[in-house]
């Protein structure tokens, strides 16, 4: 007797469709009472069901929520670890398994300290002709970053954030006070420190951003990106001239209690 489930050879998107698909006709629902019901299109629905795009976590929960399902598809949804373009996956899984994370951020805050808004105006501003569906399954990748501090033993991250980072006014001041708000709040964990390299500070050590990665062995990966893509190097020569950076850097950059202090500053700046 063969009892293969019919979903057993599909990929996570298709297998998340079909299983959309059989919960939606065996509750009787159309496509069109399922998309009033997750606020998103027919045409969406459909997709989704044909495993063409990536679903959004808020559709996986509206389905649920349609269905009466209690959080099935939330559980089931295919990008629970992430949807991120191939160049970018080796980083994100480095970041998943890293011990200590070294970051600075020369204009934009890193991917794992933003906010969904924050991060959907960025997104938007490289994505112009996305769908909005599309913009908010990148969206909710990037958060699902996060993750990685929730771990019962995160690892520690040290960012250094040039001044352009609180100044370049992403989203609207609305969205700029909310971010500098939730770096405020995530600077009160033991394990994140926060620097801010004013502008006063002069020419920066580096111009561009890049990451440090430490794992459990010890060893140390460099992490950098072009505008396409970004690239990991692991050679001895590359991560000692990146960590030599990133020490001169934190030495003058300002204090972690002053830096709060100016973000802070600057965060009321925005809410006036």
């Keep these: 007797m063969d009892t293969e ?3 057993e050879h599909l990929n996570p998107l298709q297998r998340f469709g079909f299983e959309v698909r059989q919960v939606r006709q065996g509750r009787k629902i159309t496509q069109t009472q399922l998309a009033k019901g997750t606020g998103y299109t027919v045409s969406y629905v459909s997709k989704v069901e044909a495993g063409k795009v990536a679903p959004s976590e808020k559709f996986a929960r509206g389905c649920d929520h349609v269905f009466g399902t209690h959080g099935l598809f939330e559980r089931l949804h295919p990008n629970a670890d992430g949807d991120h373009p191939s160049w970018f996956e080796p980083y994100v899984d480095l970041e998943r398994k890293a011990e200590a994370i070294l970051d600075y951020s020369s204009t934009l805050f890193m991917g794992m300290l933003q906010t969904p808004e924050y991060a ?3 997104i938007r501003a490289v994505n112009p002709r996305k769908e909005s569906f599309e913009i908010e399954t990148m969206v909710d990748s ?6 990685v501090m929730e771990r019962k033993k995160p690892p520690l991250l040290w960012v250094v954030l040039h001044e352009a980072c609180l100044r370049t006014v992403v989203g609207g001041p609305q ?3 909310e971010q500098l708000y939730h770096i405020v709040r995530a ?3 033991p394990h994140l420190t926060a620097q801010v390299l004013t502008f006063n500070a002069g020419a ?3 111009h561009l951003p890049f990451t440090l990665l430490e794992r459990a062995d010890g060893s140390v990966v460099l992490y950098s990106e072009t505008q396409y893509r970004g690239h990991v190097a692991d050679s001895e020569a590359a991560v000692s001239e990146a960590q030599a950076t990133f020490d001169r850097l934190r030495a003058v950059a300002l204090s972690p209690d ?3 202090a100016i973000i802070k500053k600057i965060m009321e700046e925005y809410a006036l």
């Design 5 to 7: 489930s019919p979903s």
């Design 187 to 189: 600077a009160e964990s």
């Design 120 to 122: 959907s105006a960025v």
């Design 258 to 260: 002053d830096s709060l």
């Design 142 to 147: 990037r958060m699902g970053r996060r993750r």
């Design 204 to 206: 920066p050590p580096a």
């Design 175 to 177: 969205v700029m006070c």
